[in-house]
């Protein structure tokens, strides 16, 4: 906006590039640093980007405490994920993935469940394989319910 180049700025947009590649799988992404000219109107910037091959997702797979009080089917974890064999790979879709697993068992009572992403790049496949590491923790109960600041209706009403 003033005309001026902020090498900061410059920073931050080369970040963001990478980022953007990577979220459409381009996971050998290589961005050169960019050369910066002066010219008689103004300021150009050239950046060299060598987006390499796209990378699909290959095989997904949950390790770790995934059994809940009944033993849990895998299908019931794939329902909670994006990520799909087969389809593009997306650093985005992990990171909805991981928020999606954590609410699931979250729901199950696990208030305190961790979810890690794990990936192996298989190259020659081109094929990101991604194992979710689940840590349930203990089960959370609610021990008592105080309600206070209550005027017009019923305690009994809110705790229904």
């Known amino acids: 906006d003033s005309g001026m180049l902020k090498n900061e700025i410059l920073d931050t947009d080369m970040e963001r590039i990478k980022a953007f590649y990577y979220d459409n799988g381009y996971v050998n992404v290589r961005i050169d640093k960019p050369e910066v000219e002066r010219k008689e109107d103004g300021i150009e910037v050239l950046i060299r980007i060598d987006e390499g091959e796209q990378f699909e997702f290959g095989e997904i797979r949950f390790v770790g405490d995934t059994s809940t ?61 991604v194992r979710f590491r689940v840590d349930r923790g203990k089960p959370v109960k609610i021990a008592r319910i105080d309600v206070t600041g209550n005027n017009k209706t019923r305690d009994k009403v809110i705790r229904r």
Do not use: C, W
């Open 69 to 129: 009080e009944h033993p849990m089917e895998e299908a019931e974890l794939f329902e909670e994920v994006e990520s799909q064999s087969g389809k593009i790979f997306r650093a985005s879709f992990l990171r909805k993935d991981v928020e999606s697993l954590t609410d699931f068992f979250g729901d199950q009572g696990y208030a305190f469940a961790n979810v890690e992403p794990e990936t192996t790049v298989r190259p020659e496949e081109k094929k990101v394989d």
